[in-house]
């Protein structure tokens, strides 16, 4: 009777990292297994890298140990040991050419999950084995959500924690027993696991010490030391979906939507709701017939089949948001915008003209804005971003409204000041509340103070008493600026030494005055009427009420309105009038000037 040849299997890294090749062998024991020294160092490189992939590669290698032990097994290691330069290249198939040629030489049956690896296999002639993904048997992370959990957090020696309710308005509640480190461990291997096999998960970033894994619908984060003092697993999952009529939106926001916002970014903090809204924002979008795409890193919202939802190509926003300039959607949602190459991705986009949803952390809705100063240059914000929505506890709190202009800046007053100014204005009121410009080499975000409307008649009536001794003449242009007009021979003594006098009229009225000089043109001698109690000045009926200017000689001596009779009345005991009759008694000459 013949005796029945053992099957001797070898292994390759994908079958041993998810599990697969353990579960393989409960049905298969008696067996041979040779595990290649290539892939014992491909898993010790992983595990020291701190990545998930290497821990789950130990915590299979151990269980073929104890199947050894148990007697089920043989278990051998053989084959070369890779270079430095093979492991790093383990992605590009070195690792992969040492399996096939270490169960080539032993005439043994590879076994694996990676489709590439068996049908290079089988094209080199190589016994091959092909395993189908299989789930761990754990206990899976939904197992820790209800309807109504938002986030579940996790971590070795405490009990599980559960905020539950909706954005804002949510509670903390508690599991029943303390977690340990092995079934926490067991949970993270079984998500990772999970995210390499299903095609609608992915792991998108595996480093020393950090996991992010987008398990279908629910993003995932899981931290070991060095960088978190524990093992850590936060899962996060949306748990309602809106509508943008959800949110009782007004008629003058949604046809801004329509027919001008196409530079949106939409900001607040984190768990306030922005990815609820963005989502809404997107739908309402593709009902419109408008092509929508998304970039997202994880994937994680939730929207029609019809808008395509794209991650960092080969790891770099960049290239994926090369390929969409050459797709040119409609619209594109950005969730979420975080380091220098997704502000500089977000601004190519906007500024080729595809319409751009941004999501970015913020705790307030300026502050949004802000984080694109210096990223960009100033003067294509306004071109890149158009409005600013902030959403608190789910709801929609501000919206602002950009625009730029050439303009003098809030609180100067020079005309020679002007420059270009971003205006950020309330979108329902049209108040501006902030200006941003260049000052120096700096960008300042500077906030518009309210002002209270003044009481320009008061203001002048103030002048009028302080500036009694010396010829002027004021006015308000149609900018609300005060102008003080004064002949150049007294321009010192309104200024005063240093500017203190000009200065001191400033602080009392509150606002800055303008002081220029008088210009004007004197008439020949005007004839007077001395009396008692007054002295008439005739000036004629055509100047009826004008302000005129009055000289002696070529000296100014004080500005009045002329009646409607063409008379200049003065009071004889005033000190105009005391200077006139003082004047007239020497024979000098009576002037004015139309000012």
Known sequence: MAMEVQETYIPDTSVIVDGRFCEFLKGKTPADVIVPESLISEIEHQANEGKSIGFTGLEELKRLRKMCDDGRITLAFSGKRPAEWQIKRAKSGEIDELIRQLALDNNSTLVTGDFVQKSIAEIKGIKVLYLEPIQILSRPIETFFTDDTMSVHLKEGTKPRMKVGHPGTWSLEYGAAVLDREELTTIANDIVERARNDI???????VRGATVVQLKNIRIVITRPPVSDGLEITAVRPITKLGLEDYKIGDSLMKRFK???????????????????????AEYYNSLGKIVKTIEKPRDLQVSQEITQLTPLEGSIEKTGDILLLERPDYT???????????????DLRLAGVGMLGVIHSSRAIDAMQRFVGKIELGLIPQII????????????????????VKVPSGMSEEDLARPVIEIKDFFTGTLMFEIYTFGEQVVVVPVKKRQKRDMKAVVNHLENALRDVPHKIDVDDTGRLKLYVPEQYMGEVIGKGGARVRGLEQDIGMPIDIEEMNFKASESVGAEVTANKINLNVGREFKDKEVEVLVEDSPLFIARVSKNGIIQVKAKSVQGRALRKAISQGQKIRYSII
Not at 333 to 347: A, G, K, L
Request: aromatic share 10%; charged share 25%; no cysteine.
């Open 200 to 206: 609608r998960s992915l792991i998108d970033m595996d």
């Open 259 to 281: 027919e001008r916002a196409e530079g949106i970014l939409i900001s607040g903090k984190p768990g306030a709701g922005k990815s609820t809204f963005v989502q809404a924002l």
């Open 333 to 347: 949602v950005f969730d979420e915008i975080r380091v220098s190459s997704d502000f500089t991705t977000y601004s």
């Open 386 to 405: 158009d409005t600013i929505i902030y959403i608190e506890n789910g709801g929609i709190k501000d919206v602002l409204d950009l625009s730029y202009s």
